[in-house]
């Protein structure tokens, strides 16, 4: 189990970062730094829910990926609207970039606080988990259109 969580944590990274060093679209750097944060978020989650064993190592790796996918995600926002069609993003984020701008970032800092001092236990990441899970969510609603 331990392998396979570290396993899936470090194959979302190098895909991520593997898109992010190609010639793709923004909106596709943007959508993968997204599923690369969910699939970390998963993994943390199912921790925090004890449908998974805790394990420090694979907490760490979901960390560093989330933090990698954090501020990934805060360069692939251009200064000018990126609205393409297959992308959820909404007008909205360049019609208030300054709130938007400062929801990723607060979810960069909580994700490098946890870094410094990383949750030892399932309650710890639920504590975690209960700081960005709305960070997430309150971006989501107000920032992505919904899926078709």
């Not at 998963?42 to 925090?48: I, V």
Request: aromatic content about 6%; proline content about 5%; some cysteine.
């Amino acid at each position: 189990m331990k392998l396979s969580v570290i396993s899936t944590t470090l194959a979302a990274t190098l895909f991520a970062g593997a898109l992010f060093a190609g010639g793709h679209l923004v909106y596709e750097q943007r959508q993968a730094a997204m599923k690369s944060m969910g699939g970390s978020m998963k993994t943390l989650g199912g921790m925090a829910q004890g449908a998974m064993e805790f394990d420090g190592d694979a907490v760490a790796a979901a960390l560093a990926t989330m933090q990698a996918s954090a501020e990934m995600a805060q360069g692939a926002f251009p200064a000018e609207p990126d609205l393409d069609p297959n992308s959820r993003a909404l007008a909205a984020i360049w019609e208030n970039r300054a709130d938007f701008d400062a929801r990723l970032q607060s979810l960069a800092d909580a994700i490098t606080i946890a870094q410094a001092a990383p949750p030892a236990d399932a309650a710890a990441i639920g504590a975690f988990m209960g700081q960005v899970g709305p960070t997430c969510q309150g971006c989501h609603e107000t920032y992505r259109a919904p899926m078709q």
